[in-house]
């Protein structure tokens, strides 16, 4: 199959064009009338961003996630300053042909601020064509390839006990996915502040030792097997922290364990290594955490390197982006995994859904869920119910956002000092996620 068959299988379901035509035959032409953005801290420390995409019609508009953790604040004045006013008076039914054109406008593509504005206009302009329609977004994009969305949750703990203890709590829940970890980023690796050798007068702090994680996570999946059985489906997350040998090391000792799969083995940077990981073993392999450009993802994908795709939607381009990846994962027998990290948000999470439910190569959605005060400010979030993921059949995304309630909570001041990616060695040296 060529590239341009397969961009051309990933348009507009056939069956699906008339009825939309159908639909909104005789109404007057649309237009953008205005493009804001939401930044708030959703009433929990979160770095949020919203894009609201308001058109010519009274009361029709639509909204999309371009939250950033660590850009919030340059994702905001992205929106405000150089897309809104390049939006404004463009025809919002048009989303293969405004997507290009804010993505080319800027001549160099793909940087992780513009995508998130990419994503959320692409999410906005899917939400008001649905609600044109009164179509839920997933019938236009094909209709229901299944009745819900099944998740992964996450179970961590500071020793193989309460790990275990963590996955049977989810299985019980109704889980059949769980993501097993052992003290959290880099744990099982991690040496204790100020053990081992240092430098003198250098970094003391907690250091990760990939020999160690190489010894230790194998020793946890061979524990849970042999407490859990085969049933529930177990993942890890390496968060990217392995040198190229070490992660084939790693992919070859869990393989006795049966993963469903082994999620970010490698650095972005050293993807080229997934073909001796491929030859070795038959561990599977989810990738793409960190990816923002289709040269990234279409090697591995074509080349039959990994398992899962695992990309955050509001990353890449948004449904748009997802079901072209979709089709190309469809076609070379690789599944999707939308990553959905702590720090994201209830419209991002449904713009996966709304892709989860139309496609057939499907494979397992990242677990996330929200507190009250977000449910009441995005009435629509979905819910988690026994380990499946729960939307709505309202047109469009079947979110709203209450603009009164986000402003209520601003978002906060980046705090100072590293973030949670910052790990180092023993000599003080950084490892990279
Ligand atoms: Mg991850």
Redesign the pocket.
Known sequence: MTRRDLLKAAALPAAVAPLYSQRTKGLPRLTIREVKAVPTSGGNHYQWVFLKVLTSEPGLYGIGSASNINQAFTVTTAIQKHYAPFLVGKDPDRIEDVWQNANTRNYWRNSTVQNNVLSALDMALWDIKGKRAGMPVYDLLGGKARDAVPMYAHADGRDMQEVENNVRRYMEEGYRHVRAQMGGYGGGGMIPAGERSRPAGGYAGPAFDEDDYVDAIPRLFEHLRSKLGREVKLLH?V?EHLTPAMAVELAKRLEPYRMFFV??ILPPEQIAYFRQIRQVTSTPMAMG?LFTHPHEWVPLISERLIDFI?CRVSQIGGITAARKIAALCETFGVRTAW?E?GDNDPVNQLAAYHVDLAISCFGIQ?ENHFPPVAHEMLPGTCELKGGYLYGNDAPGLGIDIDEALAVKYPLEPIPPGDSWTTVRGVDGSLVKP
Do not use: A, F, L, P
């Open positions: 997350d968060h999620e970010d955490e695992r990553q990290g990242e």
